[in-house]
Protein backbone atom coordinates (compact mmCIF):
# COMPACT_ATOMS: atom_id res chain seq x y z
CA UNK A 1 0.00 0.00 0.00
CA UNK A 2 1.03 3.93 -0.68
CA UNK A 3 1.58 5.40 1.86
CA UNK A 4 2.57 9.53 1.91
CA UNK A 5 3.98 11.36 4.94
CA UNK A 6 4.32 14.90 5.30
CA UNK A 7 6.66 15.48 8.95
CA UNK A 8 5.91 19.53 9.06
CA UNK A 9 2.50 19.98 10.91
CA UNK A 10 2.93 23.54 11.18
CA UNK A 11 4.99 26.32 9.06
CA UNK A 12 4.77 29.84 8.96
CA UNK A 13 6.24 32.38 6.23
CA UNK A 14 6.48 36.22 6.44
CA UNK A 15 4.76 37.54 3.21
CA UNK A 16 6.70 38.21 0.16
CA UNK A 17 9.18 35.32 1.66
CA UNK A 18 9.87 31.84 0.04
CA UNK A 19 9.12 28.31 1.81
CA UNK A 20 9.65 24.92 1.21
CA UNK A 21 7.22 22.38 2.09
CA UNK A 22 7.85 18.52 2.95
CA UNK A 23 6.83 15.22 1.32
CA UNK A 24 7.76 11.93 1.00
CA UNK A 25 5.97 8.69 -0.35
CA UNK A 26 6.44 5.18 -0.17
CA UNK A 27 5.58 3.15 -2.99
CA UNK A 28 6.62 -0.39 -5.94
CA UNK A 29 4.41 1.41 -8.34
CA UNK A 30 6.79 2.51 -11.69
CA UNK A 31 4.48 4.65 -13.10
CA UNK A 32 2.29 7.42 -10.82
CA UNK A 33 1.33 10.69 -10.47
CA UNK A 34 2.23 13.41 -7.14
CA UNK A 35 -0.39 16.71 -6.42
CA UNK A 36 -0.22 19.26 -4.26
CA UNK A 37 -3.46 20.28 -2.80
CA UNK A 38 -4.37 23.21 -0.73
CA UNK A 39 -7.20 24.12 1.41
CA UNK A 40 -7.65 27.57 2.51
CA UNK A 41 -10.55 28.37 5.55
CA UNK A 42 -13.46 27.64 2.89
CA UNK A 43 -12.31 24.39 2.82
CA UNK A 44 -12.30 23.74 -0.46
CA UNK A 45 -9.68 21.47 -1.54
CA UNK A 46 -7.86 23.00 -4.70
CA UNK A 47 -5.20 21.63 -6.80
CA UNK A 48 -2.30 23.47 -6.81
CA UNK A 49 0.28 21.36 -8.38
CA UNK A 50 0.84 18.21 -10.32
CA UNK A 51 3.54 16.04 -11.50
CA UNK A 52 3.91 12.97 -13.39
CA UNK A 53 6.25 10.09 -12.40
CA UNK A 54 7.98 9.51 -16.03
CA UNK A 55 8.57 13.15 -16.39
CA UNK A 56 12.04 14.32 -14.85
CA UNK A 57 11.29 18.28 -15.28
CA UNK A 58 9.97 19.40 -12.30
CA UNK A 59 6.45 20.84 -12.76
CA UNK A 60 5.97 24.97 -12.40
CA UNK A 61 2.59 26.80 -11.97
CA UNK A 62 3.28 30.45 -11.18
CA UNK A 63 4.87 31.12 -7.97
CA UNK A 64 4.39 27.39 -7.44
CA UNK A 65 7.05 24.31 -8.12
CA UNK A 66 8.34 21.31 -7.05
CA UNK A 67 11.52 19.51 -6.07
CA UNK A 68 10.59 16.06 -7.56
CA UNK A 69 13.34 13.07 -6.55
CA UNK A 70 11.84 10.34 -8.00
CA UNK A 71 14.58 7.80 -6.26
CA UNK A 72 14.62 9.45 -2.92
CA UNK A 73 10.88 9.26 -3.23
CA UNK A 74 10.35 12.75 -2.21
CA UNK A 75 8.06 15.73 -3.53
CA UNK A 76 8.74 19.07 -2.19
CA UNK A 77 6.43 22.14 -3.18
CA UNK A 78 8.16 25.25 -3.45
CA UNK A 79 5.97 28.98 -2.56
CA UNK A 80 7.62 31.79 -3.74
CA UNK A 81 6.93 35.63 -3.31
CA UNK A 82 4.80 34.03 -0.23
CA UNK A 83 0.80 36.01 -0.21
CA UNK A 84 -1.33 36.20 2.98
CA UNK A 85 -3.82 34.19 0.27
CA UNK A 86 -1.71 31.38 0.24
CA UNK A 87 -2.65 30.47 4.35
CA UNK A 88 -4.26 27.57 3.86
CA UNK A 89 -3.59 23.37 4.66
CA UNK A 90 -1.17 22.00 2.08
CA UNK A 91 -1.93 17.91 1.14
CA UNK A 92 0.56 16.05 -0.53
CA UNK A 93 -1.01 13.15 -2.52
CA UNK A 94 -0.15 10.14 -4.69
CA UNK A 95 -1.83 8.68 -7.30
CA UNK A 96 -1.16 5.58 -9.37
CA UNK A 97 -1.27 1.74 -9.60
CA UNK A 98 -4.49 -0.26 -10.63
CA UNK A 99 -6.78 1.75 -8.60
CA UNK A 100 -7.77 5.61 -9.09
CA UNK A 101 -7.69 6.43 -5.46
CA UNK A 102 -5.60 8.91 -4.48
CA UNK A 103 -3.43 8.83 -0.80
CA UNK A 104 -3.26 11.93 1.04
CA UNK A 105 -0.57 12.90 3.62
CA UNK A 106 -1.70 14.55 6.94
CA UNK A 107 -1.57 17.91 5.92
CA UNK A 108 1.21 20.74 6.41
CA UNK A 109 -0.66 24.02 8.06
CA UNK A 110 0.97 27.34 6.49
CA UNK A 111 0.65 30.33 7.78
CA UNK A 112 1.90 33.58 5.67
CA UNK A 113 2.40 36.30 8.26
CA UNK A 114 2.37 40.28 6.86
CA UNK B 1 -17.57 26.93 -8.23
CA UNK B 2 -15.54 23.57 -9.09
CA UNK B 3 -18.35 22.00 -11.36
CA UNK B 4 -18.78 19.54 -8.63
CA UNK B 5 -21.62 19.82 -6.94
CA UNK B 6 -22.26 18.38 -2.82
CA UNK B 7 -25.41 18.59 -1.23
CA UNK B 8 -26.39 19.64 1.44
CA UNK B 9 -23.70 21.78 2.72
CA UNK B 10 -24.10 21.51 6.58
CA UNK B 11 -26.20 18.79 8.39
CA UNK B 12 -27.15 18.57 12.11
CA UNK B 13 -28.62 15.50 13.37
CA UNK B 14 -28.94 12.78 16.45
CA UNK B 15 -27.19 9.76 17.39
CA UNK B 16 -28.39 7.00 15.90
CA UNK B 17 -29.87 8.76 12.78
CA UNK B 18 -29.76 8.05 9.35
CA UNK B 19 -28.66 10.81 6.72
CA UNK B 20 -27.75 10.76 2.76
CA UNK B 21 -25.14 13.00 1.36
CA UNK B 22 -25.49 13.62 -2.43
CA UNK B 23 -22.91 14.25 -4.98
CA UNK B 24 -23.01 15.38 -8.95
CA UNK B 25 -19.74 14.95 -10.27
CA UNK B 26 -18.47 17.28 -12.65
CA UNK B 27 -19.77 17.31 -16.49
CA UNK B 28 -17.85 14.19 -18.53
CA UNK B 29 -16.74 12.80 -15.69
CA UNK B 30 -17.85 9.31 -15.00
CA UNK B 31 -15.73 8.31 -11.80
CA UNK B 32 -17.24 9.52 -8.14
CA UNK B 33 -14.62 9.49 -5.23
CA UNK B 34 -15.82 9.93 -1.64
CA UNK B 35 -13.59 11.04 1.38
CA UNK B 36 -14.05 11.78 5.26
CA UNK B 37 -11.70 14.23 6.67
CA UNK B 38 -11.93 14.38 10.18
CA UNK B 39 -10.72 17.10 12.74
CA UNK B 40 -7.35 15.43 13.73
CA UNK B 41 -7.51 13.06 10.39
CA UNK B 42 -6.56 13.51 7.15
CA UNK B 43 -8.40 12.78 3.49
CA UNK B 44 -9.65 8.96 4.21
CA UNK B 45 -11.02 7.69 1.24
CA UNK B 46 -13.79 5.52 1.61
CA UNK B 47 -15.33 4.36 -1.65
CA UNK B 48 -14.76 4.65 -5.36
CA UNK B 49 -17.47 4.79 -7.97
CA UNK B 50 -17.01 4.26 -12.06
CA UNK B 51 -19.69 4.68 -14.42
CA UNK B 52 -22.46 2.92 -11.36
CA UNK B 53 -19.79 0.37 -10.42
CA UNK B 54 -18.37 0.19 -7.44
CA UNK B 55 -14.28 -0.03 -8.36
CA UNK B 56 -12.55 0.20 -4.75
CA UNK B 57 -13.46 0.40 -1.16
CA UNK B 58 -11.59 1.86 1.24
CA UNK B 59 -12.13 2.49 5.42
CA UNK B 60 -15.26 2.30 5.09
CA UNK B 61 -17.92 1.41 7.90
CA UNK B 62 -20.55 -1.36 7.31
CA UNK B 63 -22.94 1.33 8.32
CA UNK B 64 -22.19 3.61 5.57
CA UNK B 65 -23.12 2.60 1.86
CA UNK B 66 -22.81 4.73 -1.71
CA UNK B 67 -24.29 3.93 -4.83
CA UNK B 68 -23.98 5.77 -8.50
CA UNK B 69 -26.72 6.22 -10.39
CA UNK B 70 -27.50 6.14 -14.20
CA UNK B 71 -27.28 9.73 -14.58
CA UNK B 72 -23.78 9.78 -12.66
CA UNK B 73 -24.70 10.90 -9.65
CA UNK B 74 -24.06 9.62 -6.20
CA UNK B 75 -24.95 9.23 -2.63
CA UNK B 76 -23.24 8.39 0.31
CA UNK B 77 -25.75 6.45 3.18
CA UNK B 78 -24.84 7.25 6.68
CA UNK B 79 -26.78 5.57 9.11
CA UNK B 80 -26.81 4.36 13.24
CA UNK B 81 -24.73 7.65 13.43
CA UNK B 82 -22.16 7.85 16.45
CA UNK B 83 -20.83 11.59 17.11
CA UNK B 84 -17.54 10.27 15.96
CA UNK B 85 -19.23 10.06 12.67
CA UNK B 86 -19.02 14.11 12.55
CA UNK B 87 -16.93 15.12 9.98
CA UNK B 88 -16.34 16.84 6.63
CA UNK B 89 -17.43 14.30 3.70
CA UNK B 90 -15.76 15.05 0.32
CA UNK B 91 -17.11 14.09 -2.98
CA UNK B 92 -14.96 14.09 -6.19
CA UNK B 93 -14.41 13.19 -9.80
CA UNK B 94 -11.99 12.77 -12.03
CA UNK B 95 -10.99 13.29 -15.72
CA UNK B 96 -12.16 10.44 -17.96
CA UNK B 97 -9.01 10.46 -19.32
CA UNK B 98 -7.37 9.10 -16.00
CA UNK B 99 -5.71 10.48 -12.44
CA UNK B 100 -3.10 12.07 -14.18
CA UNK B 101 -5.39 15.27 -13.60
CA UNK B 102 -6.27 14.78 -10.58
CA UNK B 103 -9.57 14.95 -8.88
CA UNK B 104 -11.93 17.73 -8.64
CA UNK B 105 -13.80 18.53 -5.20
CA UNK B 106 -17.05 19.72 -4.45
CA UNK B 107 -17.10 21.93 -1.36
CA UNK B 108 -18.14 18.93 1.07
CA UNK B 109 -21.06 18.45 3.41
CA UNK B 110 -20.22 19.06 6.90
CA UNK B 111 -22.14 16.44 9.32
CA UNK B 112 -22.49 17.23 13.03
CA UNK B 113 -23.92 14.33 15.03
CA UNK B 114 -24.91 15.52 18.52
Known amino acids: AQTVTQSQPEMSVQEAETVTLSCTYDTSENNYYLFWYKQPPSRQMILVIRQEAYKQQNATENRFSVNFQKAAKSFSLKISDSQLGDTAMYFCAFGGGSNYKLTFGKGTLLTVNP | DSGVTQTPKHLITATGQRVTLRCSPRSGDLSVYWYQQSLDQGLQFLIHYYNGEERAKGNILERFSAQQFPDLHSELNLSSLELGDSALYFC?????????????FGSGTRLTVV
Open chain 2, 92 to 104: ASSHPQGLGYGYT
